[in-house]
């Protein structure tokens, strides 16, 4: 497949048809291109001019093209969003995510010169993932850069000429200690082999860190919009924090102030592309509360630990397993909308309970989720991932994703009974209720109404 609204030279041909496009017309008011300020020049490595923004071909400077769904990664282009070199920038927004706010802050303190540029000795993967066929699909990836591993290796003539070329993707292995997995060994669940489950109890892991890298007419795509709203309302709803989103056409990639997502793959990496040997992948949304500090409410923790127990069996019968870890706390809400929730949720009138689960989300925050379980998919194609025999998740939102993108699903391993927390009835059974998947018969509304939780 190709992709249709770039050509090979990288011009995009909508730039050539300014009137027949919406985004080739941003609001008059957006289209000054900078200023001078006195007030905020002070310390010699801050410019004293200040870019508000900035427009296609400014000072004669083109940037490298980026055409996205090039399986050639020269064809397709380095992603360059470091702030070192402006002429060189062909995305919108910079590197690490919610983080590049924290660098902001260094170098505004002083700690961080920001023409510093990154070493990447020794830093490229311990092992190599891809490229994958669908790292060659437009609409398949986007939302990172399959490439982002790579990026520090593939590119060098770049770096070379002082382009400041950044991964967006780390490979690394670790081993980790859960208390839970030792438990399991000593109740037989577990079975110690050496490699992958140690006899100290620990998990031999790859891990990848991947930061959201996001290609915009991909994303309006998938959600089903077109670009111009979704730039537009991007760059309305973070209060105009990128100005870029509305006066740079041109530009199709952007580097969201999000968290990101890490994978924890156990057992054989080639496995997991590879149809003929199983494969079990929980998808997992941070729950902090849970995940870390093992709160009741919900089934979180246990739920995830499970999905490592399944991994390590599928890895030792031959294939691997994948813990998918995405950074949308409180269904994307956000850990102060779930806090909140939380009290509405044990102070409403007739207690905590299933029946009104989702209603009390909903008051707070206005929606029940804004996960996006439709850009999840994107990690699994990214990993190669064709097939998954057992996916470790009760979720109809995951589940539909992941099958939306073309992957089978196998078999759905839903938590067994006895690692429900005591306070997570109401969450699991609400669920059930809604259509998550389930071995067990759902509650009808009179049941569900006394499935109650603790009050505070
Ligand atoms: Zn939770």
Partial sequence: MTNHSTNHSGNHHLDHQPHHHPLSQPPDHLQSGSFQSNTLSSGQSHPK?????????????????????????????????????????????????SYGLYRALAVASGVLDPTHKADLTDTAPIIPIGPHPSWGDPDKIVSLDPFGAMAGEIFTDYSQEDYDILPTIAITKAHINIPEIKDEIEQGRLQVDGEILKADASL???????????????????????????????????????????????????????????????????????????????????????????????????????????????????????IIYCRKEGRALGEVTKFLVYNARKRQEG??????????????AGVQDMRFQELMPDVLHWLGVTKIDRLVSMSNLKYN?????GIEVVQRVPIPKELIPADASVEIEAKKASGYYSEDDILAAEALAQVKGRRY
């Fill in 401 to 405: 994703a992941i099958t939306n993108a």
């Fill in 49 to 97: 001019h200040i870019i508000l923004t900035s427009h296609q071909h400014r000072g004669g400077a083109t940037v490298v093209p980026i055409q996205w769904g090039a399986i050639d990664p020269y064809q397709r282009g380095p992603i360059i969003g470091s702030l070192r070199s402006l002429k060189h920038r062909n995305v919108i927004g910079t590197h690490a995510g």
């Fill in 351 to 364: 207690g905590d309970r299933a029946d009104a689960y989702f209603l009390r989300t909903e008051c707070v």
């Fill in 204 to 322: 031999v892991v790859t891990k990848a860190a991947i930061d959201p890298v996001w290609y915009l007419p991909g994303i309006a795509k998938r959600l089903h919009i077109d670009e111009w709203t979704l730039r537009r309302t991007l760059f309305q709803q973070t209060g105009g924090m990128f100005p870029d989103l509305v006066t740079r056409p041109d530009l199709h990639v952007f580097l969201p102030p999000i968290g990101g997502t890490t994978v924890y793959i156990i057992g054989d990496v080639q496995a997991i592309a590879d149809p003929n040997r199983p494969l079990a992948v929980r998808v997992h949304d941070e729950c902090n509360g849970s995940d870390v500090f093992g709160s009741d409410i919900c089934t979180c923790r246990p739920y995830l630990v499970h999905g490592i127990e399944v991994c390590i069996q599928t890895a030792q019968a031959g294939g691997a397993g994948i």
